[in-house]
């Protein structure tokens, strides 16, 4: 069973080109839509909420978890790995920032913009994986606070979302390629190219499950293919109605009945209350990594 991460609805968008690159295995979806969005949030307060969905999807059976979040991958994903993903653990955590690196570097493209949230954009990340892979590639990013709120109403296709997306391109010099850093920004597209006609779009969501499917055939131990396949639960923080609903648009097929994931004491509860850790919980100290801290 594969396990899907996201701030809320998005990451639909990532899912339904993992259900059809993967037909043969289950997914469960956790969306965090109650506390969502994630965009502008702060680092701790992600890598808390990181944290609380993960382990929500290992308790759920799943040996790895994505994680469709574009902030949270570029600001928690390394977190995760260390504090999960150990040698013997069977669990794995991946994220789609190095996918979305891969694809940007992949065009051979001299200027790549990166459109995403403010906290996408203040980790570096996608700049730092670029240059990882190729460090002559010129890379220019632009918050874009607005414009997952665009796209949760429906006014991806109105004057809005056009109006919107031209102000935050304008901030931007001329790039040959844009990089779609959040979710929802491939429901944008239409919006972009009437912006920046001939402007290449890269959705780093197909590109990542392509990438999966690799992975899965080298690491074939952390997830078995299901027996009947292609099961797909749905489990959202928020309102699991208007989650159904909405996921719609962002799955293009109809979205099962979604399960609510409640929020106890500022944490996610526990599938089974058997693991719900008791007393009191102290995190292990990471030296630099909180700052402040004695
Ligand atoms: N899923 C988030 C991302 O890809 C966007 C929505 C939010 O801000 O929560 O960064």
């Known amino acids: 069973m594969i396990g899907v991460y996201d701030s809320g609805y998005g990451g639909l968008s990532v899912l339904r080109h993992l259900v059809e690159a993967l037909p043969e295995h289950d997914f469960v979806y956790l969306g965090d839509s109650g506390r969502a969005p994630y965009g502008g949030r702060d680092a701790h307060t992600l890598l808390d909420f990181a944290e609380q ?29 260390q504090r999960y ?37 203040s ?36 004057e809005i979302a056009e109006l919107c997306v031209r102000r935050y ?48 055939a080298r690491h074939p131990g952390f997830v078995t293919a299901a027996e009947p396949p292609g099961r797909l639960r749905v489990l959202c923080t928020g309102d699991p109605q208007a989650f159904a609903e909405h996921g719609e648009r962002f799955l293009g097929a109809r979205v099962p009945p979604v399960e609510h994931v409640a929020e106890i004491d500022g944490r996610l509860a526990h599938a089974d209350p058997a693991h719900a850790p008791k007393g009191q919980i102290v995190r292990p100290r990471r030296g630099s990594r909180w700052p402040g801290s004695s």
Request: charged content about 20%; overall charge neutral.
């Open 53 to 81: 969905a993960v382990e929500r999807l290992f308790e759920e059976g799943c040996g790895l978890v994505v994680v469709a979040c574009n902030t949270v991958s570029c600001v928690c994903l390394r977190h995760l790995q």
């Open 85 to 121: 993903c150990g040698p013997g653990s069977g669990r794995r955590v991946l994220g789609v920032t190095i996918p979305g690196a891969e694809l940007a570097v992949s065009i051979g493209a001299a200027r790549v913009g990166i459109l995403a949230t403010s906290r996408t954009v």
């Open 123 to 158: 980790s570096g990340t996608y700049v730092a994986e670029i240059h990882k892979l190729d460090p002559t590639v010129q890379v220019l990013q632009q918050a874009a606070p607005l414009l997952a709120g665009v796209v949760e109403e429906g006014w991806e296709d109105s």
């Open 169 to 216: 391109l304008d901030r931007m010099p001329p790039v040959e390629a844009l990089l779609l850093g959040c979710t929802h920004y491939p429901y944008l597209a239409g919006a972009l190219g009437r912006a920046r006609p001939g402007l290449r779009l890269l959705d780093p969501a197909p590109f990542l499950a392509r990438r999966l499917v690799e992975w899965l």
